[in-house]
């Protein structure tokens, strides 16, 4: 069964320090990887995936095969960052669905 | 273009009682996925909806049901509650099957007391 490991609850750093939230994966087939981001009071909403190859808001993602990560990166943190991310693998099997690690925390103080 | 809509908010409602949530889909999506999402986890896949019928379901127990209407508003019904049961219930719609693309509602946070 496919599987998504945050390992880290909460990421304490300051502010222009660089950030990296950690995600492991466990599937059988070719992944699908995507970041979501909830802010506080708001909705859980797409960061980005690993097919676009895109970076959002200063982030970016690699999709490591061989280690089975895909690890959610910026160089500099801002205190907006500051939010709820999860790592979620994405599956269709018929019906499309995300399975969600645990989450980590993102704190960036002054 | 409006975005997924839940309601109620918030709830309250004693073991054993029935619940029913309802979502309104993002205009234009025929696809609602439901998932719970307990205190500190991530959310998990409940079950799926495509075009009223229901097409995929998660590890949930059959007093978990649903159902999806025919301008795309859906139902999460629980029977039989539990304790366990108290969690932010999230719905998400997508446009249509096998996009991955899913755009989350805020919730109905459901407290079982």
């Known amino acids: 069964a496919q599987r998504v490991t945050q390992p880290e609850k909460l990421l304490s750093v300051f502010k222009g320090a660089p950030v990296e939230l950690k995600c492991n994966y466990s599937?059988?087939?070719?992944?699908?990887l995507f970041w979501y981001v909830q802010y506080s009071r708001q909705r859980l909403q797409l960061l980005l995936r690993?097919?676009s190859r895109e970076s959002i808001k200063g982030f970016t993602a690699d999709l490591n095969k061989g280690e089975t990560s895909f690890h959610l990166k910026k160089p500099f943190a801002q205190e907006e960052d500051s939010a709820m991310y999860y790592c979620?693998?994405?599956?269709?099997?018929?019906?499309?669905?995300?399975?969600f690690g645990k989450g980590t925390m993102l704190l960036v103080s002054p | 273009e409006t975005g997924v809509t839940q309601s109620p908010t918030h709830l309250i409602k004693t073991r054993g009682q029935q619940v029913t949530l309802r979502c309104s889909s993002q205009?234009?999506?025929?696809?609602v996925s439901w998932y719970q999402q307990a205190l500190g986890q991530g959310p998990q896949f409940i079950f799926q909806?495509?075009?009223?019928?229901?097409?995929g379901r998660g590890n949930f127990p059959p007093r978990f049901s649903g159902l999806q209407f025919p301008n795309y508003s859906s139902e999460l019904n629980v029977n039989a509650l539990e304790l366990d049961d108290s969690a932010l219930y999230l719905c998400?719609?997508?446009?249509?099957?096998?996009?991955?693309?899913?755009?989350f509602g805020p919730g109905t946070r459901l407290t079982v007391l």
């Open positions: 979620a693998l994405y599956e269709d099997s018929g019906y499309s669905t995300l399975t």
């Open positions: 599937y059988s087939g070719s992944p699908e």
């Open positions: 690993h097919i």
């Open positions: 205009s234009g999506h025929n696809t």
């Open positions: 909806y495509y075009r009223e019928e229901e097409n």
């Open positions: 998400a719609s997508m446009r249509t099957l096998s996009t991955d693309t899913q755009y």
